[in-house]
């Protein structure tokens, strides 16, 4: 499997996830498990099919966790200086030429996404179209809704 591209947040992140995967809800799972299983019949015990479901979401996630840590590549974005280039973690300030509004993104690993906090996914159409501007530079977004132009007014690197 290739490496995926992290930020030290995402890292971070995924690494509280996991811990609280293993100490918290692994070893709260199996006790609700033991206590369905004292109430005696297995087939008709709705608790128990409950608890045993719940291990099964909590064992997936542990393994993609894992798997995702093992391939991760830790980018520390301000290890590079000041290039005033988009980069894979930079915090970039942009105008919607069309709306004039103003937008601010932090180009982010594909776990770390989340459009409402302001985290654009690396493989989403505007971070492709981002990578590599400067300041001022028009970046030209093909998105489902039609063409998108911005201008990139910051680039940040924190």
Same mark, same amino acid.
């Given at each position: 499997m290739s490496q995926v591209p992290i930020t030290i947040r995402g890292l971070e992140s995924l690494r509280a996830e996991i811990r609280t995967l293993?100490? +918290?809800?692994?070893?709260? !799972?199996?006790?609700?498990?033991?206590?369905?299983?004292?109430?005696?019949?297995?087939?008709?015990?709705?608790?128990?099919?409950a608890a045993k479901d719940e291990q099964g979401f909590i064992?997936?996630?542990?393994?993609?966790?894992?798997?995702?840590?093992?391939?991760?590549?830790?980018?520390? !974005?301000?290890?590079?200086?000041?290039? &005033?280039r988009?980069?894979?973690?930079?915090? +970039?300030?942009?105008i919607d030429e069309a709306s004039g509004a103003e937008l601010?993104?932090?180009? !982010?690993?594909?776990?770390?996404?989340?459009?409402?906090? &302001?985290?654009?996914? +690396?493989?989403s159409p505007i971070a492709r179209a981002l990578i590599g501007k400067e300041v001022d530079d028009v970046a030209v977004v093909n998105a489902p809704g039609g063409e998108k132009t911005f201008e990139i007014v910051a680039v940040r690197y924190l």
């Open positions: 293993k100490t +918290v809800n692994r070893p709260r !799972v199996i006790q609700a498990i033991a206590e369905a299983r004292a109430h005696g019949d297995l087939k008709e015990n709705a608790e128990y099919h064992e997936a996630r542990i393994r993609d966790i894992e798997a995702k840590l093992s391939n991760a590549q830790v980018i520390d !974005v301000t290890q590079f200086g000041t290039t &005033g988009v980069i894979f973690g930079a915090t +970039v300030d942009l601010t993104y932090r180009i !982010v690993g594909e776990d770390e996404a989340d459009i409402a906090a &302001g985290l654009i996914s +690396v493989g």
